[in-house]
């Protein structure tokens, strides 16, 4: 795809799961990454430029975002996908307030960050694509998932809030909504799931696939695919959308 070819991407959350998917899809149309995680061992396979950083923290953002300008120049397409899941939540009048301030200043603090800290040099240049990962439950809330709900809708207001602000400057904002994908993050929510009920991951799995019209979870490619849509310059027309990714499904 053209529409990449020769743009700064910054992505986050790509040592594994939809962002590594998205990172080696906008290379190999020839967008020039930096792939940002928390682990080194992660991002050092991926035969890309990469930075470890803690993007629940202002500091571990601007390390991230100054080390994609000083190596690869200004940045131009931002994928929003670093996060954490809510295997560990409980119902809201058991939920753990530091689970939350966890949840809450990764998956909604730190994007605030970056979008803080990228979106100058998008406007000076009249040019950017930005790609938040937010989730289905980022309009149908899952049950006792409190934190992880209130970060993925947030994410959306966020999207919208950086579509309306960066329009007049050529910046388009959106976010994909995937479905049930079989990452390791919600491998994880499978596996605290099938303990409390008592039945196999495999049968949580099944459950989760019987969702959707196509009888199955949706893949990381899938995401990476309309992500990298969003991500190019033919993606012009689409700003403040929230894209579902999920089959056919609402969940």
């Known amino acids: 795809m053209a529409g990449v070819e020769g ?3 910054l992505v986050t959350g790509a040592g594994r799961g939809i962002g590594l998917e998205a990172a080696k899809l906008l290379a190999a149309r020839g967008a020039k990454v930096m792939a940002v995680a928390r682990s080194e061992n992660e991002l050092a396979s991926l035969g890309l430029d990469y930075v470890v950083a803690d993007l629940g923290t202002a500091e571990g953002c601007s390390h991230a975002v100054e080390q994609a300008r000083q190596r690869l120049g200004p940045i131009e397409i931002f994928v929003c996908n670093h996060g954490i ?3 560990h939540e409980k119902v809201i009048w058991e939920q753990d307030p530091q689970l939350w301030d966890e949840t809450i200043r990764i998956n909604l603090d730190g994007p605030f960050h970056l979008s803080r800290l990228i979106t100058p040099g998008m406007v000076a240049q009249g040019y950017g694509r930005i790609v938040y990962t937010s989730s289905t439950a980022g309009e149908v809330a899952e049950p006792a998932s409190a934190a992880y709900n209130s970060s993925k809708h947030g994410l959306l207001g966020l999207m919208r809030s950086v579509a309306v602000d960066g329009g007049m400057h050529g ?3 959106n976010a994909v909504l995937p479905g049930w994908v079989r990452t390791e993050m919600a491998e994880n ?3 605290a799931e099938a303990q409390e009920r008592g039945i196999s991951t495999e049968d949580v799995w099944a ?3 019987a969702l959707y019209p196509a009888g199955r979870v949706v893949t990381p490619l899938e995401v990476a695919e309309m992500i990298a849509f969003l991500a190019s310059e033919e993606s012009s ?3 403040g959308q929230a894209v579902t990714v999920a089959l056919g499904g609402i969940y």
């Open 7 to 9: 743009r700064v991407a």
């Open 85 to 87: 899941g809510s295997a």
């Open 171 to 173: 910046i388009t904002s």
């Open 189 to 191: 929510s499978a596996i």
């Open 207 to 209: 459950e989760r696939a």
């Open 237 to 239: 027309g689409v700003s």
